[in-house]
């Protein structure tokens, strides 16, 4: 079984905990999801299945949208509302408007610093884990891109409340883009929840609670929201070439860029290579040459799932 899952996960397990469901219930042996969602988040989480597992590293590259609660006048030392508070401040003179006037500081590519409870590793080990031992790393910032920042409600108060929507790059840490909003605001803050509603084309309203994703498994109708390859990567730009160059890329050769229909897209964008029948035949990589030419190298190859 081959395909991708846009599983709508809700608070309480791990996304480890929703790939063992879909792994036992489709019994499918490669299984794997495209971009963790913490226990205490919901919403969006892509699961692999079967050869989709070689796409996930560019899933993960897709952008990400989430709806956020933050919470204003007070700091965790996980900076979401599983921590312990750090420091309470009163803040009833925030207005929606302090808030949206420092949203653009935190808009377009920023840099951020790992939370402690994050996967990010220093010194081989985990920074969650460095965590839990009761120790405090000092972490270098890192750049991420913010696409989309949006007040959507504000409620006022010693403790005020903003949801705000978000569209970001992968490695971004909305905790943390909470947290810093506070800090900026001079007031601290934490996130108080987090709904992932979007990952590139997949949404939310179209997600499939793990629960349902069981029954279907067990009625045999689990195809009926499993997406293709193909249909998972949609968002990649596409080229066409001949069944003798399709050989070619099975084989992972590399593909002058003259014998390929049309212009290709620029060096290092990657591309759905298609063969005869439409059929997706592989991923690759528009490369330039030193003496001008252009090249498309394959990068994943799927011929052998097609019987090409």
């Known amino acids: ?30 299984v794997g999801h495209a971009g963790t969602l913490d226990p205490a988040a919901s919403g969006v989480l892509l699961v692999c299945l079967g050869s989709a597992t070689r796409i996930t590293q560019y899933l993960m590259d897709l952008p990400k949208s989430y709806r956020a609660e933050a919470v204003f006048g007070v700091e965790t030392d996980t900076e979401d509302a599983t921590g312990s508070v750090i420091r309470e401040d009163d803040c009833s003179h925030l207005t929606p408007d302090m808030v949206v006037e420092v949203l653009p500081r935190f808009t377009g590519e920023i840099m951020q610093v790992p939370p402690m409870v994050s996967a990010v590793r220093h010194g081989g080990r985990r920074l969650y884990e460095l965590a839990r031992a009761g120790r405090v790393v000092e972490r270098a910032p890192r750049p991420v891109v913010v696409y989309f920042l949006h007040l959507v409600e504000f409620q006022a108060g010693p403790r005020p409340k903003a949801v705000l929507d978000v569209q970001c790059s992968r490695g971004t840490y909305v905790r943390t883009l909470c947290a810093d909003l506070g800090r900026d605001l001079g007031c601290g803050g934490h996130m108080a929840s987090l709904v992932r509603t979007a990952v590139g ?33 949609e968002g990649m730009p596409s080229v066409s070439v001949s069944a003798e160059d399709a050989a070619r890329v099975a084989n992972g050769m590399l593909l002058p860029g003259s014998q390929l229909a049309g212009s290709l897209p620029p060096a290092d964008t990657l591309v759905r290579v298609r063969g005869p029948g439409d059929r997706l035949l592989a991923i690759g990589k528009v490369c330039s040459r030193p003496d ?7 990068e994943k190859v799927f011929a052998s799932i097609y019987g090409a």
């Open 1 to 30: 079984m081959d395909g991708v899952l846009n599983v709508n996960k809700h608070s309480g397990p791990t996304s480890h905990d929703i790939v063992e469901r879909v792994r036992r219930a489709t019994r499918e042996k490669r």
């Open 201 to 233: 084309a997949f949404r939310i309203e179209d997600a499939v609670p793990i629960e349902a994703v069981e029954e279907r498994a067990a009625r045999g109708t689990l195809a009926e929201v499993l997406h293709s390859l193909d249909e998972a990567l």
């Open 292 to 298: 001008g030419t252009t090249v498309l190298k394959p």
